[in-house]
């Protein structure tokens, strides 16, 4: 099992910055990746950015130059920074931990961006 947690969501205005991270305990050393997920109101849930074991990264094209995701191995946590962020950011963002048998997510963090 693993249990993830999130925090460093609030709201900001249009142009500034958060960083989110993703707490994980647990069995962590069965993680695969971790992938910050966001659903913003009446959509669907999407991917925003990933990381996995290696180090490798991928990101949204949305957010691409904008978010970087990041890990701090011994914290067992995963970041995402958030820079130049814009309304259409708006979203609860989660963190999903995948392993070789199942994935397991976090309860979420509300980011709001006025305009």
């Known amino acids: 099992q693993v249990q993830l947690v999130e925090s460093g969501g609030g709201l900001v205005q249009a142009g500034g910055s958060l960083t989110l991270s993703c707490v994980a305990s647990?069995?962590?050393?069965?993680?695969?990746?971790i992938g910050w997920y966001r659903q913003p109101p009446g959509k669907l849930r999407e991917l925003v950015a990933g990381?996995?074991?290696?180090?490798?990264?991928n990101y949204a094209d949305s957010v691409k130059g904008r978010f970087t995701i990041f890990r701090d191995n011994a914290k067992n946590t995963v970041y995402l920074q958030m820079n130049s962020l814009k309304p259409e950011d708006t979203a609860v963002y989660s963190c999903?931990?995948?392993?070789?048998?199942?994935?397991?997510w976090g309860q979420g963090t509300q980011v709001t961006v006025s305009s």
């Open positions: 999903n931990a995948q392993t070789f048998t199942s994935h397991y």
């Open positions: 647990g069995s962590t050393f069965g993680i695969d990746a």
């Open positions: 990381i996995n074991s290696g180090g490798s990264t």
